[in-house]
């Protein structure tokens, strides 16, 4: 490993170099949050886009737990409609969690910095908390038994759910250590 890394920093390439300091940019942030491994598997493709921005990083984990969630909520929505097990409880805060993470990307991309930057994280951080509560709600819903059928396609929703909580929890902490640069 220290061999390879030497030669990265030999080659005539910045980029290669560059994304290695990116990846161990995303890999230190990571290792703070709650999932570390799932935060940098999601983050680490997004390294020459991060690059060493602790806001470009919170806001990529916000991006990626949005596609995540939408991803989900299609997901619930066929299980919905093929097999009628999601109630219209669960698909409401599964929306309802999609909607805040949505608002938290449109606050950190708007964010300039300044006087609102205190505003914002606030803004940002109750809306990603609140989505976390909305998937714990959502998955509590999937405890129920149905058919074995029901029982797979739950399953694989529960799944899914569970990794959108922990991503963003991870988004939260990211988000969280970027606002503690600015105090």
Known sequence: MYRRFLLLLKAKKPPAVSLLFCSEFIRTSCSATTFPKLCYN???????????????????????????????????????????????????????????????????????????????????????????????????GFAGKGTAADGEMKTVVRGKIETIGQLTSNALALVNAYATLHH
């Open 42 to 140: 999601s983050l680490s493709a997004h390294a020459t886009k991060i690059q060493t921005s602790a806001k470009l990083l919170a806001s990529t984990a916000l991006d990626v737990t949005l596609a995540s969630a939408k991803s989900t909520t299609a997901a619930m929505f066929n299980l919905q409609q093929s097999h009628g097990g999601i109630s219209p409880r669960d698909s409401a805060a599964m929306r309802d969690c999609v909607e805040e993470i949505r608002q938290s990307i449109d606050e950190m991309h708007a964010s300039k910095g300044g006087a609102d930057f205190e505003m914002m994280i606030s803004d940002v951080q109750t809306w990603v908390s609140a989505a976390l509560t909305d998937e714990t709600t959502c998955n509590d």
